[in-house]
């Protein structure tokens, strides 16, 4: 029997996603709200604040609570008026009328009485009011969420990659903890719960349990998806501000919200571990995620095609070869740091910076010897030979050994 699923936000980046895990693991999913591009999951028009019609809560397992007006939080900030808390409260006495067994609201690790932005406050006020509702004990659950990454370049991971795209990033509360979170990850643990939540638990913490400062994180997101190193520039939060109120008046830059900076800055640790093991969540490590990314992969196909094109001395054009050294360099240790952009395009350019004594503990020279490896397989390889081809390998050998001594540990 298809458990039925009402889920609100079902268009932004969390709800997109979950409505496609949701489908996957055979729930029914009516979306309140708008509904993602493209899906065919049937959509109720409805805004935060506004009465729903009863009739969509009829035969749901659960609702899940996903949407969130950032608009109303610069109009109302944190006041009882806010629709977010209207709208909240309405839709769970509303769910709870129509005999909906559970209500998810999607909450965040930054919620708390104190919190610096809005949306921390507004997130901690809904908190309160849905545990105060009469026979909430086992039917409201809040999932307080952590850094969400993963999938589309959407929201605040999208504004992140953005950023990350620069080669030189000023930054506040570079030393702040975060606790990054794939949002498949998220998804399945928001499914849990309305489907078979654990007992005892109305309040869980859906977040990385290995805390990582803000600096960290933004090196590894840049790192994974360009290869490249982060300069950061510390930067007080109140220079920070000023740059939000900036951003919206220089063109071609991304626009940053003040919301989002407070968030950040009030961002506290929060212990995850025995939540996510109530929910049967095992998390992979940020980086392996991150390399998953469509972008990382592209990158690191396009490197391992230029390796080989180096080691081969001819373009390899089968794709057989080029995945297999993509596997094995991404699992590889020595895999710190990407090829510069120009090398993608003329491979010849690696001879400046291999080094005099090859090691296996050099980056580049690892990579090469893997690279090695993989083309001695290919048939294109082995068709280069002869003694016009080696004199020619002397001769460049020649001219680039004064750069190879200078260059040899760029890329170690």
Known sequence: MLQRLVVTGASGYIGARFVERAQRRGCEVVALGSKPAGSDVVATPWRLGETPPLSVFAGAAAVVHLAYDWASDRVHGASPGNPNLIGTEMLARMAQEAG????IFASTTSARRGALNAYGRVKYQAEESLNALPRS?????????????????RGQYGLMSKLTSLPVL????LEREVQPIHVDEVCDGVLTLALDPPAGRPTVVLAGPHP??????LRMLRRARLGRRLMLVPVPISFALKLCDWSRS??????????RVLGLAGAARMESSADLSALGLSLRAPMQALMDSRVARRRLLEECAALLRYVAGVP?????PIIRLARVVRAD???????????LRWPALLRLFEPIRPSMQHGLARRLHLAAMVAETSEQALKRSGFIALAGQVALEALALPFRLLLGRVLA
């Open 100 to 103: 909906v067994p559970r209500f």
């Open 137 to 153: 004990e086992g039917r409201v659950l809040c999932a307080r969420v952590g850094l969400v990454y993963g999938g589309p370049e």
């Open 170 to 173: 000023p930054m506040f509360g």
């Open 212 to 217: 990582m400062t803000f600096e960290t994180w």
């Open 250 to 259: 220089i063109p071609f830059i991304p626009t940053v919200d003040r919301e």
């Open 316 to 320: 390899i054009r089968a794709p057989g």
């Open 333 to 343: 240790p020595a895999f710190r740091s990407a090829l510069p952009f120009p090398i």
